[in-house]
């Protein structure tokens, strides 16, 4: 089992920044494609970025590419986000996932979830 737990959300104005953090534990974290999604209300789960077990690779939605940044610290076993130039319909629970096998975009793939973090940009 892994647990995986988020940090880092709050309210923010538009333009502003914000890091989520989101720590592992309970099996190796290298071995874990990890990934980041959000759901405002009233919507779907939505994919927001990827990254791949030595962070060589990462993937973006096309409304956050250019913004956010997805990173990992092995030694840590954390995922980080850091969201820029962010904007009122950026608002949503944040959500990381992890899973051995699948760093794609379904977010029913996923094996492993955190609790979710509240991000709320004010315009």
């Known amino acids: 089992q892994v647990q995986l737990v988020e940090a880092g959300g709050g309210l923010v104005q538009a333009g502003g920044s914000l890091r989520l953090s989101c720590a592992a534990s309970?099996?190796?974290?290298?071995?874990?494609?990890m990934a980041w999604f959000r759901q405002a209300p009233g919507k779907e789960r939505e994919f927001v970025t990827a990254?791949?077990?030595?962070?060589?690779?990462?993937d973006y939605a096309d409304s956050v590419k250019g913004r956010f940044t997805i990173s990992r610290d092995n030694a840590k076993n954390t995922v980080y986000l850091q969201m820029n130039s962010l904007k009122p319909e950026d608002t949503a629970v944040y959500y990381c996932?992890?899973?051995?096998?699948?760093?794609?975009?379904?977010?029913?793939?996923?094996?492993?979830w955190g609790q979710g973090t509240q991000v709320t940009v004010s315009s």
């Open positions: 996932a992890g899973d051995p096998n699948y760093s794609g975009s379904l977010h029913y793939e996923y094996d492993y």
């Open positions: 309970g099996r190796t974290f290298s071995n874990l494609r």
């Open positions: 990254i791949s077990r030595s962070g060589g690779r990462t």
